[in-house]
């Protein structure tokens, strides 16, 4: 499953789809990348994004998550003469990869990749069979024991609100009676169940478990708090004029950068939680509009586009504002800690 990520979602998700940078451009115009320049990519996928900045001169260190990229990219690392530096780490840690005197640059591209889809043995696509797995990283709690362990009113939450699912009380009870019965192995399994519960209709343009499929990789992976904690992690290590660029795919993706980049211009708290006192000094500055979206020929060419958001905001000279969670509204969901713990304890009582 590809989500066409952006409130929309689109069943040539899953299909064989070469990776190609999204808003390629546009990402470019907002870094401003040049020799002398140090921009730091943390979604460095097929190295799309990390290539066009090194062509233009830029030296670039860039993260992944996972490790298969990590290793597929070795060559482009052999390749570029020491002016790419790739380390496995996930974005929110980025601050910990900061050179002396800080980043000119930071650009985010926040989703899946199609080429962690097109693996069957990932476990992300409902049309490929597979392991019930969605880890980015390829480790901790994935999304089979999610699946098999999470209580029913856990799986509704994480339905309904990372996945938009209407029908997430039924879906949620249908998996607890099957996974009493037999657990969930595969994705063909949690498919199979969800084309049951909730048959495909002719007026529906996405096959019936996409939400499901989405929430799940967004639950297992702790996206949009990874997201949030590393738009801090920018703030803290962009030196002044430094940009940063954030590419958004989903609707709730976008509106925590939207909400970071509307708390940190000075002009309100953001805070349901923290009514606003006094204006404070912004941390970052607007650059050019407020979101950019694909051309009709860009979506046309690429349909990953069509969903995609583009919001960039410049660093000024005011120091770093505290790590504050509570700007973003995040739903209160089952914790992936404590259901780790769970599941290892489960593991260990078995033997």
Not at 107 to 126: H, K, N, T
Not at 146 to 156: E, I, Q, Y
Not at 210 to 215: G, I, N, S
């Given at each position: 499953?590809?989500?066409?990520?952006?409130?929309?979602f689109?069943?040539?998700?899953g299909?064989p789809?070469?990776?190609?940078?999204?808003?390629?451009?546009?990402?470019?115009?907002?870094?401003?990348?040049?020799?002398?320049?140090?921009?730091?990519?943390?979604?460095?996928?097929?190295?799309g994004?990390s290539?066009?900045?090194?062509?233009?001169?830029a030296?670039?260190?860039?993260?992944?998550?996972?490790?298969?990229?990590?290793?597929?990219?070795?060559?482009?690392?052999?390749a570029?003469s020491?002016?790419?530096?790739?380390?496995?780490?996930?974005f929110?840690?980025?601050a910990?990869?900061?050179?002396?005197?800080?980043?000119?640059?930071?650009?985010?591209?926040?989703?899946v990749?199609?080429?962690?889809i097109?693996?069957?043995?990932r476990?992300?696509?409902?049309?490929?069979?597979?392991?019930?797995?969605?880890?980015?990283?390829?480790?901790?709690?994935?999304?089979?024991?999610?699946?098999n362990?999470?209580?029913?009113?856990?799986?509704?939450?994480?339905?309904?609100?990372?996945?938009?699912?209407?029908?997430?009380?039924?879906?949620?009870?249908?998996?607890?009676?099957?996974?009493?019965?037999?657990?969930f192995?595969?994705?063909?399994?949690?498919?199979?169940l969800?084309?049951?519960?909730?048959?495909?209709?002719?007026?529906?343009?996405?096959?019936?478990?996409?939400?499901?499929?989405?929430?799940?990789?967004?639950?297992?992976n702790?996206e949009?708090?990874?997201?949030?904690?590393?738009?801090?992690?920018?703030?803290?290590?962009?030196?002044?004029?430094?940009?940063?660029?954030?590419?958004?795919?989903h609707?709730?993706?976008?509106?925590?950068?939207?909400?970071?980049f509307?708390?940190?211009?000075?002009?309100?708290?953001?805070?349901?939680?923290?009514?606003?006192?006094?204006?404070r000094?912004a941390?970052?500055?607007?650059?050019?509009?407020?979101m950019?979206?694909?051309?009709?020929?860009e979506?046309?060419?690429n349909?990953?586009a069509?969903?995609?958001?583009?919001?960039?905001?410049?660093?000024?000279?005011?120091?770093?504002?505290?790590?504050?969670?509570?700007?973003?509204?995040?739903?209160?969901?089952?914790?992936?800690?404590?259901?780790?713990?769970?599941?290892?304890?489960?593991?260990?009582?078995?033997?």
């Amino acid at each position: 499953m590809v989500t066409d990520q952006g409130g929309g979602f689109s069943d040539a998700d899953g299909g064989p789809v070469r990776h190609i940078p999204v808003l390629l451009q546009e990402v470019l115009e907002s870094l401003e990348p040049g020799p002398g320049k140090i921009i730091l990519d943390g979604t460095f996928g097929a190295g799309g994004y990390s290539s066009a900045l090194l062509d233009a001169g830029a030296d670039v260190i860039a993260l992944d998550r996972d490790p298969a990229a990590i290793a597929a990219g070795q060559a482009m690392v052999a390749a570029r003469s020491g002016h790419l530096t790739l380390i496995h780490s996930q974005f929110s840690d980025l601050a910990s990869h900061v050179p002396e005197g800080g980043l000119d640059g930071v650009v985010l591209d926040i989703g899946v990749s199609s080429m962690q889809i097109d693996e069957a043995d990932r476990g992300f696509s409902f049309q490929r069979k597979g392991p019930l797995d969605m880890r980015m990283s390829s480790h901790g709690v994935s999304a089979a024991d999610v699946v098999n362990r999470a209580k029913v009113s856990d799986l509704t939450r994480i339905f309904g609100f990372l996945g938009e699912e209407p029908q997430s009380g039924r879906i949620a009870r249908a998996i607890e009676k099957r996974r009493l019965e037999e657990p969930f192995v595969t994705t063909r399994d949690l498919a199979g169940l969800i084309e049951v519960v909730t048959p495909r209709k002719m007026k529906d343009k996405i096959h019936p478990a996409t939400r499901v499929f989405q929430a799940l990789r967004i639950f297992v992976n702790d996206e949009l708090g990874e997201l949030a904690k590393a738009l801090f992690a920018a703030e803290r290590a962009l030196k002044p004029g430094g940009r940063l660029t954030v590419v958004t795919f989903h609707s709730l993706e976008d509106r925590i950068v939207k909400k970071f980049f509307q708390d940190r211009s000075g002009k309100a708290s953001g805070s349901r939680h923290m009514p606003l006192a006094h204006e404070r000094a912004a941390t970052f500055a607007p650059v050019g509009k407020s979101m950019v979206t694909a051309s009709e020929e860009e979506a046309d060419r690429n349909p990953r586009a069509r969903s995609a958001k583009m919001r960039v905001g410049a660093r000024t000279g005011v120091p770093p504002e505290a790590d504050d969670l509570s700007i973003f509204d995040l739903p209160n969901l089952a914790s992936l800690g404590k259901m780790g713990a769970e599941i290892c304890c489960v593991a260990l009582t078995s033997f």
